[in-house]
């Protein structure tokens, strides 16, 4: 994103904001079709909308306990923003989920390196640890659950955390890490940039120290938990008796089950809405697709708003991002 004004930036996120409403709209559409768009509508009218408080304020409080974290991860690698600065940033970046590939959030480190001249090889590795962490909380809040809901679907929760504990593993081992940087080095395109690899390894190993890592677990479990608390809260409004166990489990598993999309759009609907209507007792098609929109307004959409606020907000500092300041 080098060099990019913030004309350029605001037009690429209108373009991905047009592209998920869209896939949002049709994905919808097509599930009030299938469950009945009266029967889906009478149910959104008969919630108990005074209910949007707490799940708006649980979300906050996720964004919150998640700031704190990235936050955090740039005092480990001596990164000094100002904490005001930095939130901005942050809640800036809570509009790039959606961008192909979530690439735009690297923002986040780009707004960085444009408020204290740090390098992105150095910050990039926070949200590296940042996301990863979130990924692990998600996994472990799943984990508690998935055997009792879904025995048949344990593998979408154990191959993922297999992963994560070699790759940790890896990166714990610094002699495998730099030889198999230094074979990465000698591939063409490589070859000048093996520097820069060394010096993102040695960032992203600070980060995910033992210690750093355990507590950044610990924030992230909490943080995303709210988010099940606030989709068990929207099981409440539509006065269906889902219990707080299983609702963890449906969210965690289906944010992990859209991990790979944008925002995890399509995916994690579906999964909310199905899972939802397999597994909740007494749910109606109507309710569970219901319940899976009004909890994604209140986390992906929500979150998207408050972005696109930032963002707008940051366009002076995007106009001179390709200027940095020194880092003192």
Not at 77 to 101: Q, T
Not at 134 to 152: E, H, K, P, Q, R
Not at 303 to 316: D, E, I, N, W
């Amino acid at each position: 994103m080098a060099g990019l004004s913030s004309a350029d930036l605001v037009v690429r996120f209108r373009r991905w904001l047009l592209w998920g409403l869209a896939v949002g709209v049709l994905l919808y559409l097509a599930g009030a079709i299938w469950a009945g768009i009266g029967e889906m509508g009478e149910e959104l009218r008969r919630f108990t909308w005074w209910l949007a408080i707490p799940i708006l304020l649980l979300t906050t409080a996720n964004y919150g306990l998640r700031f704190l974290k990235w936050h955090f991860f740039l005092g480990r690698l001596s990164i000094r923003v100002p904490w005001r600065d930095n939130l901005l940033y942050f809640v800036a970046g809570l509009a790039m989920v959606i961008s192909p590939g979530k690439a735009g959030e690297v923002l986040k480190p780009w707004l960085v390196r444009a408020r204290t001249g740090a390098n992105l090889a150095t910050s990039i590795p926070a949200l590296v640890a940042e996301r990863l962490t979130d990924g692990i909380a998600m996994l472990i809040l799943a984990g508690f659950g998935v055997a009792t809901y879904a025995g048949d679907k344990v593998h979408y929760v154990v191959a993922p955390a297999v992963v994560v504990v070699l790759g940790l593993a890896l990166l714990a081992n610094r002699r495998a890490s730099m030889w198999i940087l230094s074979l990465l080095s000698c591939l063409p395109g490589l070859s000048r940039v093996g520097h820069k690899l060394e010096e993102m390894y040695v960032a992203t190993r600070t980060c995910l120290a033992p210690g750093p890592l355990v507590l950044a677990i610990a924030i992230s479990v909490v943080a995303w938990w709210a988010e099940c608390v606030g989709y068990w809260l929207v099981f409440r409004g539509f006065g269906v008796a889902a219990s707080l166990d299983l609702s963890t489990f449906l969210y965690a598993f289906a944010t992990i089950a859209g991990g790979a999309m944008p925002g995890g759009l399509g995916v994690a609907d579906g999964a909310l809405g199905g899972g939802a209507w397999k597994l909740v007792p007494e749910i109606t098609r109507a309710q569970a697709l219901a319940s899976a929109l009004l909890i994604r307004i209140a986390t992906l959409w929500y979150g998207v708003c408050l972005g696109a606020l930032a963002l707008f907000r940051l366009g002076s500092l995007l106009v001179g991002a390709g200027r940095p300041e020194p880092n003192h």
